[in-house]
């Protein structure tokens, strides 16, 4: 049976998505069957950070409200065997998607994926609960902001509440120039609340933001220190899902 991870965070513009599709990519790579499910319905973007803009015909709203079959939303993601993705909707669905519904979906996967990876709109609204149907464990991006690291906090206990246990923090856009110059939280306060359940930890880079609009998921060049960083967090993440 496969595992449906949730990737979310209080905040907007943390890289849930750039996460979702490196960590997609990763996976995918090391010979697993993955799918990743774009749940930011409305402002969807996972589509671009694959390159995949022009490819989609159905999406998960199409799915759930029976419009097409779950096989003729899933689009094979060009240059990564056994990755698999599904768009979101560009409108708000007209009749109520359920974290039953997502779970509903994400069973059906399940059996035939490894890993579904979903990327949650920011915040704690209906759309996040929605995406943590089905899933096994949250990983929640935080960046070193204040605001970000409250809501973060919230974002943890929204998740719990719906009986997700495996909870982990992704630490992204960390600039050390700017923590030790006192301009951003330090790396103390960054990890102070969440140090034992940090998977990954993701610096400020230009190389990641070309590549997200490129298209192009960075972790697909292999070798670099980046896609190595990718390679141990999908580890960490593995091993949490593996514990009873
Ligand atoms: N480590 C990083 N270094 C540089 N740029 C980054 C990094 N992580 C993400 N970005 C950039 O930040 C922007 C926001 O990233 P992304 O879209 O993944 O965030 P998000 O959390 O999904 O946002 P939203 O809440 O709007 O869905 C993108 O332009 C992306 O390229
Ligand atoms: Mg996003």
Do not use: W
Not at 72 to 96: H, I
Request: with cysteine; aromatic share 4%.
């Amino acid at each position: 049976m496969g595992k449906a991870i949730v990737i979310a965070s209080g905040k907007g513009g943390t890289g849930k998505t750039m996460l979702a599709a490196n960590l997609g990519v990763t996976l995918a790579r090391q010979g697993h069957n993955v799918v990743l499910i774009d749940l930011d319905t409305g402002l969807r973007n996972l589509d671009l950070c694959l390159g995949m803009e022009n490819n989609i015909v159905y999406d998960v709203n199409d799915v759930l409200t029976g419009v097409c079959r779950i096989k003729q939303a899933l689009v094979k993601v060009k240059a990564f065997p056994g990755l698999r993705f599904m768009a979101a909707s560009p409108q708000k669905p007209s009749g109520e998607i359920t974290p039953l519904h997502i779970k509903v979906l994400c069973n059906k996967l399940k059996k035939k994926y490894d890993y579904i990876i979903i990327d949650a709109p920011a915040g704690i609204d209906d759309g996040m609960v929605v995406a943590t149907g089905g899933c096994d464990m949250g990983v929640i991006v935080v960046t070193p902001e204040y605001a970000s690291l409250r809501n973060a906090q919230i974002v943890k206990e929204t998740i719990a509440a719906q009986g997700i246990e495996k909870i982990a923090y992704v630490v992204n856009r960390i600039d050390l120039n700017l923590m030790k110059s006192g301009r951003a939280p330090s790396f103390d306060e960054v990890t102070k609340n969440i140090r034992d359940n940090i998977v990954g930890i993701i610096q400020e880079d230009e190389n990641i933001h070309i590549s997200t609009n490129l298209g192009i998921p960075i972790a697909s060049i292999t070798d670099t220190p980046i896609s190595a960083r990718f390679v141990a967090m999908a580890a960490r993440i593995r091993r949490m899902l593996d514990e009873e």
